[in-house]
């Protein structure tokens, strides 16, 4: 999970202010960048849910790692914006291959009780990580005397995802999780399981809050090193904290709402957690600290639990065999709704000069995606299944 969107996603946010220095001229190349993560992260998640029903999760996780690996290489020497971008593409198909099969794997053989804390802390894991480069970002740029190294960071990475890929090889060896060939032909799921999504009660809604959301995962982070900087004047190293005050929150986050969604209910955790995204963006803003610090903060927390929590809600319902195709149909407009997000952020900014405006768009969206939530937890609310009991 720290590999599929910590390496090269987010990764790229924290060193895209170093990155601007010598690859870059626009806000609105920076967010082409981030567009360029997304659409990858489309045709990634369209791959593999086409794939996820006649191929083992094990194996699809094997072939993300690896294609991470290839691309985190590409960013490590990329000489030009072009190539960078590819790379950053690439990174974006390769994080579908893990993202998508990982909740099956994870959740195989759990009861729904526990389906939101296994899920959060399967987010959790990529907080951590966040915590990881953040800080070591600081470190090697202290040792070296260098406030804009950006390439040994993604090289970092690149052999870190090589020994994962190893140490999956090794451990993952024969391991194979309920679903497609389990039943023979019979057992295989379809490409895109839209009767699947439809089978979920008041499914327009949770696509709703799901899909809308996105446009946060698009653009927050994806600006936060670059409004910082040019808008309030923080330095590199503060930017860096900032990141890691982020990953702290992302820790604790998706482990507490991913509880909290087992005891009250999906829908009412995604209403909060999106809650709490409201709130970080009206912070930004203000450029100053400590708001700054607790708008990181809050924000780690509130958007790391929406998608596990989101996952748990569609896995209540859809079993093992169809749950990376419904999943994954969905997910295919959470990525193509943050792709046009990050790219309009990145216009919006040059248009207006600051960042300003993007955080308080962003609000309103996490505003648009907590009522939506909030919306079916009352249509619900007369037939609640157990998962979605207060």
């Known amino acids: 999970m720290v590999v599929s969107h910590i390496f090269g996603r987010f990764s790229a946010s924290l060193l895209l202010p170093a990155i601007s220095d010598d690859l870059i001229g626009s806000f609105t190349g920076a967010g082409f960048l981030g567009a360029a993560y997304f659409a990858g992260y489309m045709a990634g998640v369209i791959a593999v849910t086409a794939m996820s029903s006649r191929v083992e999760p094990v194996a699809l996780l094997r072939g993300g790692l690896a294609m991470s690996a290839a691309a985190l ?16 593409f690439l990174a974006g198909v390769a994080g579908a291959g893990i993202w998508i099969p990982a909740p099956v794997i994870a959740s195989s053989g759990l009861p ?14 990529m907080g951590a990580g966040l915590l990881i480069v953040s800080q070591g970002t600081t470190a090697y740029r202290s040792l070296t005397d260098d406030e804009g190294a950006w390439r040994p960071i993604f090289g970092t990475e690149a052999v870190v995802t090589c020994l994962i890929l190893v140490l999956v090889l090794v451990v993952a060896r024969g391991v194979r999780t309920a679903g497609p ?18 089978s979920i009660p008041s499914w327009e809604l949770l696509l709703t809050s799901y899909c809308v959301f996105a446009v946060l995962a698009g653009s927050w982070t994806q600006f936060l090193g670059l409004a910082m900087e040019e808008d309030a004047g923080f330095s590199r190293s503060h930017i ?10 992302a820790v604790i986050g998706p482990l507490l709402l991913g509880r909290l969604s ?16 409201i709130v970080a963006s009206l912070l930004i803003p203000i450029g100053a600290e400590p708001f700054v610090t ?33 999943f994954g149909a969905m997910t295919i407009i959470y990525a193509m709704s943050s792709m046009i997000a990050a790219q309009l952020g990145g216009v919006l900014a040059d248009a207006t000069g600051s960042f300003d405006a993007v955080y308080v768009v962003l609000a309103g969206a996490a505003l648009v ?22």
Not at 181 to 198: C, I, M, Q, T, V
Not at 240 to 249: C, E, K, M, P, Y
Not at 304 to 324: E, I, L, Y
């Open 73 to 88: 290489g590409l960013l490590t020497i990329a000489p030009t914006f072009g190539v960078l971008a590819t790379g950053v």
């Open 112 to 125: 729904d009780r526990h389906r939101g804390l296994v899920m959060g802390a399967l987010t959790a894991s």
């Open 181 to 198: 060939a389990d039943a023979g032909g019979e057992g295989r799921g379809p490409l895109f399981d839209l009767d699947g999504l439809r």
């Open 240 to 249: 860096n904290n900032l990141f890691s005050v982020f990953a702290i929150g």
């Open 262 to 277: 087992d005891k009250i209910g999906r829908d009412r955790t995604l209403a909060i957690s999106c809650g709490l995204c």
């Open 294 to 326: 607790i708008a990181v903060f809050l924000f780690g927390a509130g958007s790391f639990g929406v998608p596990p929590v989101t996952a748990a809600a569609v896995r209540d319902h859809v079993d093992g065999r169809v749950f990376g195709a419904t």
């Open 369 to 390: 995606a907590a009522l939506a939530a909030e919306t079916r937890r009352r249509h619900l609310l007369p037939n609640m299944r157990a998962p979605q009991q207060p």
